[in-house]
């Protein structure tokens, strides 16, 4: 049974920085495109940023694009996203996601996470 569970999340304030982790089990952690997504409420859940199977390649939405970093521990089936100079419209749950070889905002996932919640307060 695949599980990616979330965690890291919380209430910060503008400016500030959080790392959200995902610890993937059930799955070759090494054959599957991992990334996180994230949604408000009354909006379609949107791309955030996706890391190759492998590691070798990361692409980011514009809109956090030199902001946040995904990154991956593959010793640990774990990945995390690094996000700093938050602002209030990063607030969202964020849901860590996972897809054979290839995840992208057109290449959707296989698997998802239950999410975890970041508030950027003003």
């Known amino acids: 049974q695949v599980q990616l569970v979330e965690s890291g999340g919380g209430l910060v304030q503008t400016g500030d920085s959080l790392r959200l982790s995902c610890a993937a089990s059930g799955l070759p952690f090494s054959a599957y495109a991992v990334g996180w997504f994230r949604q408000t409420p009354g909006k379609a859940r949107e791309f955030v940023a996706a890391m190759s199977s492998g590691g070798g390649t990361t692409s980011y939405a514009d809109s956090v694009s030199g902001r946040f970093t995904i990154s991956s521990d593959n010793a640990e089936n774990t990945v995390f996203l690094q996000m700093n100079s938050l602002k209030p419209e990063d607030t969202a749950v964020y849901f860590c996601?996972?897809?054979?070889?290839?995840?992208?905002?057109?290449?959707?996932?296989?698997?998802w996470g239950q999410g975890t919640q970041v508030t950027v307060s003003a």
């Open positions: 996601a996972a897809r054979y070889l290839v995840l992208s905002r057109t290449f959707l996932p296989d698997y």
